[in-house]
């Protein structure tokens, strides 16, 4: 068995690191250098950044930025936001990145994860979806941080992502984002029997036993997390060794 992996994520706006409560009131929490160097002294296994700024501007802050992350960072990092086209991932991946995500602009163009994955390979590509339930558990991606719903369902859309050359899926649950209630433990489940490719689970962590949770009825590769992270509230230390008192492989 495959270790599970423990993601802090950081959201970047001009540079520094933010983290909302879904997508809203957004407040500065730190240097994204630091705050990805710390992580990665304290056992996180990978980080993923993404820029929330997405204007022309905020984007050439934000690949001199991965340079700077690149260049003090030792474990892994994805970075996201804004790539739309191949070269937008080419600036990236140059400036030190280990892998893209692409969220939006793969739902208006899915042939984008076909080029990425073509022209860097599968393991670069990390297609991130955010999807929001009703009461009858129909799941519908949404776009623009969750505030656009689409004509793509879930599953189906995972899949797709899956055949086109996705590597991985980062899978956001619009109902647990932000509520530290715990993950969406049977979507993941449901969506882990039908991939072959590992799934990184986002949205909802609150307390320790969510990620024990999802990595065992979730079947989760990966649980992500920010604001617990990001406040301290759960050190990954303590995390960790909580996960493997519990039976759970980490690194």
């Not at 407040?27 to 994204?32: L, S």
């Not at 022209?119 to 929001?132: C, E, K, L, P, T």
């Amino acid at each position: 068995m495959l270790a599970k992996r423990i993601i802090p994520c950081l959201d970047i706006r001009n540079g520094q690191t933010v983290k909302g409560i879904n997508f809203v009131n957004i407040q500065e929490v730190g240097d994204p250098v630091e705050l990805g160097a710390k992580y990665a002294a304290d056992g996180a296994d990978e980080l993923v950044f993404l820029d929330i700024t997405a204007t022309h501007e905020g984007r050439k802050t934000f690949v001199e930025l991965v340079k700077r992350i690149a260049a003090h960072l030792n474990i892994p990092f994805t970075v996201g936001g804004g790539i739309s086209e191949l070269s937008d991932a080419e600036k990236l991946l140059s400036a030190g990145a280990d892998k893209i995500s692409i969220n939006s602009s793969a739902v208006r163009n899915p042939k984008l994860i076909d080029d990425l994955a073509l022209n860097f390979g599968s393991q670069f590509v990390v297609v991130a979806i955010d999807a929001r339930g009703d009461e009858k558990n129909h799941w519908t991606v949404t776009v623009n941080g969750g505030r656009i719903p689409t004509e793509k369902e879930l599953f189906s859309w995972a899949k797709e992502a899956e055949d086109r050359g996705a590597g991985e899926i980062l899978f956001t649950s619009m109902n647990h984002d932000g509520t530290k209630n715990g993950f969406a433990n049977e979507q993941l489940a449901q969506m882990a029997d039908s991939l072959k490719i590992p799934i990184i689970a986002s949205g909802g962590a609150g307390a320790k036993e969510h990620f024990t949770d999802v990595f065992t009825n979730g079947k989760a590769d990966a649980g992500l997390a920010a604001s617990i992270f990001h406040y301290n509230e759960i050190p990954i230390p303590e995390l960790k060794s909580y996960l493997k008192e519990n039976g759970i492989i980490v690194r």
